[in-house]
């Protein structure tokens, strides 16, 4: 008796734990992003890009529609803004705060109301116009519709704090007139552990040190509309390895020159080390009537080390691996805080975890009622 009696608390136990996590499973809500798109957007089309683009008139007015797409599945209210456009430290295309004052195009966008109310699992669609002032002066201009939900219940709660998703579409509007493209690049630099600037390299670069060599360059676009530097390069270390790959930046109008940099997360060797750089810039977007400069070209440099020099270097450490080939984007989006899992990833591991532990007390129960049983039938034959 005393045997079936454990075997039966230990079968109760289980089936608890297994309605328990169950239960947390299935109550597991999803707080997805509202979703924004400019309207026929094909989402299985990767040269749709998901963002707004016009070429228009000093003086004119232009309408079009976003869509607003609800992913939950309950009713969400969302505040939607025209935003100007900024561009980060890194070269990435963001918008600014809500909290700010429009100073450029985002000021150009009109919304008939600022908050809207989505039906679960539903998207509707918001017109919108773009009046650009008449004394706008030629150039493509950067800005952004941006959604975020509103409430007391958006968000999500993190301690104290609560954190609020903000998505937004770019938007590029070209003012016609002198448009031009043109560029600025150069100074390929293998970074020399024994130049004087390596220190403030170092700082700005994490990453640099004796078992990562790392080139830099410089770009700048000094036309007036968007442009992206395709480059590919070649690298040969000492001993004749080869180091191939790709890379493109956006580069925006009016903004000074800039540092990029490529990690090969390969070790400074003795001998010589050889880039060779070939770029291309063109326009971002499909535009009519733009005057080219300078847009292609290529550069190299190399870089001779002993191996007094090398042992001199800055002791080895673990790097942070960074991919010079990694040039992934998403669709119309703009990433706020790149590098950070969405809620999206971290709810969907979470549910793995839980059904892998469903599925592992599953397998308890069933030999737990097996037990049972045989414990029954023993007590039976006794």
Do not use: C
Request: proline share 4%; no cysteine.
């Amino acid at each position: 008796m005393t045997k079936i009696i454990r075997s039966l608390s230990q079968l109760l136990l289980t089936i608890f734990l297994l309605t328990s996590l169950w239960t947390l499973t299935t109550s597991l809500h999803v707080d997805a992003s509202v979703g924004i798109l400019p309207q026929g957007t094909n989402i299985n089309d990767k040269n749709d890009r998901g963002w707004f683009v016009y070429q228009v008139a000093p003086g004119s007015i232009t309408e079009d529609v976003v869509v607003l797409t609800n992913n939950s599945n309950s009713e969400t209210v969302v505040e939607l803004k025209g935003r100007d456009s900024e561009i980060t430290s890194d070269g990435a295309f963001t918008v600014v705060s809500n909290s700010l004052e429009n100073k450029s195009a985002g000021g150009w966008i009109r919304l008939d109301a600022e908050k809207y109310s989505i039906p679960a699992a539903q998207s509707i669609e918001v017109p919108f116009k773009i009046q650009v002032p008449q004394d706008a002066s030629a150039g493509e201009y950067g800005a952004g519709l941006a959604v975020q939900e509103i409430g007391d219940e958006a968000g999500v709660q993190s301690g104290n704090v609560t954190i609020k998703t903000r998505n937004a579409v770019r938007m590029y509007i070209a003012v016609e007139g002198d448009l031009s493209l043109d560029s600025n690049v150069g100074s390929l630099n293998i970074i020399d552990p024994e130049d004087e600037n390596f220190a403030i390299e170092k700082s700005k670069r994490s990453t640099l040190g004796r078992d990562n060599m790392v080139m830099q360059f410089q770009a700048q676009n000094t036309g007036n509309i968007f442009g992206v530097l395709s480059a590919d390069y070649t690298i040969v270390f000492p001993g004749g390895e080869e180091l191939k790959g790709t890379l493109k930046r956006d580069l925006a109008p009016g903004i000074p020159i800039k540092d990029y940099y490529i990690e090969t997360q390969k070790p400074y060797n003795e001998g010589e080390t050889k880039i060779t750089f070939s770029y291309s810039v063109k326009p971002l977007n499909v535009l009519e009537g733009f005057a080219q400069g300078n847009l292609e070209g290529s550069l190299e440099d190399s870089l001779t080390l002993t191996q007094d020099q090398i042992d001199a270097f800055a002791p080895a450490r673990n790097p942070l691996v960074v991919s010079p080939n990694n040039t992934s984007s998403t669709k119309g989006a703009i990433s706020e805080e790149p590098e950070v899992k969405s809620d999206d990833d971290t709810e969907n591991e979470t549910r793995k975890l839980m059904i892998t532990a469903i599925v592992f007390l599953v397998i308890i129960l069933i030999l737990q009622i097996a037990n049972f049983f045989r414990s029954g039938k023993s007590s039976t034959k006794k």
